[in-house]
């Protein structure tokens, strides 16, 4: 599922998600999700369905004629929501989402209530979800940075994608300590066996990983990071990357998160 909000982000989004589809044999669905300020009836809203509903088809044509360029099945829907990303969440819960990929910046619906909306938020995340921060998808060159994990292990299908649907060159990076090198060399060796990247470029950097990552990514078309941390898609939803690093990228940034055993709660607050 590809939530579409800004006509600006639509055609990489849908390059993503159509990639992902394709690699998954699956079906792609396009969801316009039009977030209605409180203070706004959703009576009122539909009352202006007409405008609202030449915008959203154009935004939605746009979208599957994008599509067209895999090999999946498109379908579309449009929804008014005081919700925001609520709202993707229940889509991907209704139409049993595998995966769904938004914009960081859709991700956060300004003029939705997602910032107070916890009780949404606490629940399990529905499925794995991709935050692209940028306005384009390049998928000439890829690094996907990991230290294992089950989001890494989603970056992993991630990455796979775009090198077998879009021709990516891949290249994958282990940060470690001083003097371990060696060990990390190992490490990301089997991990690339592992995930079907055996044949990738693989780098190995000592020192502070999200320096690592900023220096690194600069020279890459798209940097696919895992969350490693409690709380992304949270951090997401407020305005805030994983890490200031990762913000001063140029490049633009892929976030993964895949749900794990623990509720969203726990991610968020930690367990108790």
């Known amino acids: 599922m590809v939530a579409l909000s800004n006509p600006r982000t639509e055609g990489a989004l849908v390059a993503l998600a159509g990639a992902l589809a394709e690699h998954r044999n699956g079906r792609?669905?396009?969801?316009?999700?039009?977030?209605?300020?409180?203070?706004?009836?959703?009576?009122?809203?539909?009352?202006?369905?007409?405008?609202l509903d030449r915008s959203s088809a154009d935004l939605l044509a746009a979208a599957v004629d994008d599509a067209a360029a895999f090999d999946a099945p498109v379908e579309t829907k449009t929804v008014l929501s005081?919700?925001?990303?609520?709202?993707?969440?229940?889509?991907?819960?209704?139409?049993?989402a595998d995966a769904v990929v938004m914009g960081y910046g859709g991700a956060r619906f300004a003029g939705g209530r997602a910032e107070g909306s916890l009780d949404e938020l606490?629940?399990?995340?529905?499925?794995?979800?991709?935050?692209?921060?940028?306005?384009?998808?390049?998928?000439?060159?890829?690094?996907?940075?990991?230290a294992g994990g089950p989001s890494s292990d989603l970056s992993a299908e991630?990455?796979?994608?775009?090198?077998d649907v879009s021709g990516?060159?891949?290249?994958?990076?282990?940060?470690?300590?001083?003097?371990?090198?060696?060990?990390?060399?190992?490490?990301?060796?089997?991990?690339?066996?592992?995930?079907?990247?055996?044949?990738?470029?693989?780098?190995v950097e000592a020192g502070d990983?999200?320096?690592?990552?900023?220096?690194v990514g600069a020279g890459y078309d798209l940097v696919v990071v895992g969350a490693t941390e409690r709380g992304l898609l949270s951090r997401v939803v407020r305005g805030s990357l994983a890490s200031a690093a990762i913000?001063?990228?140029?490049?633009?940034?892929?976030?993964?998160?895949r749900p794990s055993d623990r509720s969203l709660r726990e991610r968020l607050f930690g367990g108790r």
């Open 209 to 215: 990983v999200g320096a690592a990552i900023e220096r």
């Open 158 to 163: 991630v990455a796979l994608a775009l090198r």
């Open 247 to 257: 913000e001063r990228l140029d490049t633009p940034v892929l976030l993964a998160e």
């Open 28 to 51: 792609l669905l396009a969801v316009h999700v039009v977030t209605v300020p409180d203070q706004t009836s959703l009576e009122k809203a539909a009352a202006n369905r007409e405008r």
């Open 82 to 96: 005081h919700r925001g990303i609520e709202e993707v969440f229940d889509a991907a819960r209704t139409n049993d």
């Open 168 to 203: 990516a060159e891949v290249s994958l990076l282990h940060v470690v300590d001083e003097g371990e090198a060696a060990s990390g060399r190992e490490f990301l060796a089997d991990w690339a066996d592992g995930h079907g990247l055996g044949d990738v470029d693989l780098r």
């Open 122 to 146: 606490s629940r399990d995340l529905p499925c794995d979800f991709l935050v692209l921060d940028g306005q384009r998808l390049d998928a000439g060159e890829v690094l996907v940075p990991t």
